[in-house]
């Protein structure tokens, strides 16, 4: 098997692993904050097999597909069903308190060259932000969350860009609402999102 494909298949193993069917597990946490340590290695921006991206891109992805299984918006949904869920002491919770850490990780790439880095990198803040202790960032995120609404063609980017403006009381008259979707969908509804080589 080449590298390629060996990368590849790497990366959509720790997906499903510590994320099958977009749940947390004890073995999230642990790994989200590896992979929030080496968004800064220099062979992040080596690019991934199979798309033109940089490897850093694709994993702030998986980034933002995890901590949004963890959101205030999806642990809500689930509390109705499962009261206690949040409960101190619980996976979750722990899992939540991670997010001023992990935001420290994504911030450095908000701005970005690379567009794919630089909008994985806002998604993923905009997620972590919903934590009181970085309620500080969301004027500077606001303005990364509108540009998505303006130039992303990503439906689930620019549903969690308006979902996030809308929750911290922006204004969005004339910006057209993305479609929503079912409540058990989201950035990886397919289990691997774009970790999948395409053959």
């Known amino acids: 098997m080449s590298d390629a494909k060996v990368?590849?298949?790497?990366?959509?193993?720790?997906?499903?692993?510590?994320?099958?069917?977009?749940?947390?597990?004890?073995?999230?946490?642990?790994?989200?904050?590896?992979?929030?340590?080496?968004?800064?290695?220099?062979?992040?921006?080596?690019?991934?097999?199979?798309?033109?991206?940089p490897v850093r891109a694709t994993l702030l992805s998986w980034l933002f597909s995890t901590v949004y299984d963890a959101s205030d918006e999806?642990?809500?949904?689930?509390?109705?069903?499962?009261?206690?869920?949040?409960?101190?002491?619980?996976?979750?919770?722990?899992?939540?308190?991670?997010?001023?850490?992990?935001?420290?990780?994504?911030?450095?790439?908000?701005?970005?060259?690379?567009?794919?880095?630089?909008?994985?990198?806002?998604?993923?803040?905009?997620?972590?932000?919903?934590?009181?202790?970085?309620?500080?960032?969301r004027d500077r995120l606001a303005v990364h969350a509108r540009r998505i609404l303006d130039t992303s063609g990503d439906e689930i980017g620019r549903r969690v860009a308006w979902k996030v403006l809308e929750a911290w009381g922006h204004d969005l008259a004339g910006v057209e609402p993305p479609q929503e979707e079912s409540w058990d969908r989201g950035p990886r509804s397919d289990g691997c999102g774009d970790l999948v080589p395409p053959f």
């Open 7 to 53: 990368q590849v298949a790497a990366l959509a193993e720790v997906g499903e692993l510590v994320g099958h069917q977009n749940s947390i597990y004890e073995a999230t946490a642990p790994v989200v904050v590896y992979v929030a340590g080496i968004l800064d290695h220099p062979a992040a921006m080596s690019l991934r097999a199979y798309r033109d991206v």
């Open 74 to 137: 999806i642990v809500g949904r689930i509390e109705q069903y499962s009261p206690g869920f949040l409960a101190r002491d619980t996976t979750m919770s722990a899992f939540r308190e991670l997010r001023p850490v992990l935001y420290r990780a994504v911030e450095p790439f908000l701005g970005d060259d690379h567009e794919d880095v630089r909008e994985a990198a806002v998604l993923a803040a905009l997620v972590l932000a919903e934590h009181p202790a970085l309620a500080g960032h």
